[in-house]
């Protein structure tokens, strides 16, 4: 059984949260898989073993949370952010995330914390 196998065994049918999503990644070569979790979604990535190496680590593991917020609260989540030292980075779509290694310095391990609008 892969690790991502485990990982989703774990999250849909241990903790009871719904599999949106698995099948390739659309950033590096290998397996992604999205779990919904509430207002959390978690993004898992198992690289593939071999191909282009485009990851210096192709050790599976979660890659992202995303935390849904509602759309009038979301200015207020990412000045928080700010206010507590915290830099966020805008994405394209509307998202703001919070870069690996800045996460990494808050929890101790790399993953891309991204933020959310959800409409009410």
């Known amino acids: 059984m892969s690790e991502i196998t485990t990982a989703v065994s774990y999250f849909v049918d241990v903790l009871g949260f719904e599999l949106i999503y698995r099948g390739p990644a659309q950033e590096v070569p290998g397996e992604t898989a999205v779990i919904d979790a509430g ?3 978690v993004t898992l990535l198992q690289p ?3 191909g282009p190496s485009i990851l210096a680590d192709r050790t599976p593991r979660v890659t992202q949370l ?3 917020t509602a759309v009038g609260d979301f200015a207020e989540v990412v000045e928080r952010q700010h ?3 915290v830099s966020t980075q ?3 779509d509307g998202r703001s995330f919070v870069p690996p290694e800045v996460a990494a310095g808050i929890l101790g391990f790399d993953v891309a914390l991204m933020f959310a609008k959800v409409p009410e």
Request: hydrophobic share 55%; aromatic share 6%; no cysteine.
């Open 90 to 92: 805008p994405h394209p």
């Open 66 to 68: 995303v935390f849904g």
């Open 39 to 41: 207002a959390v979604a």
């Open 83 to 85: 206010a507590a030292g």
């Open 48 to 50: 593939a073993d071999s």
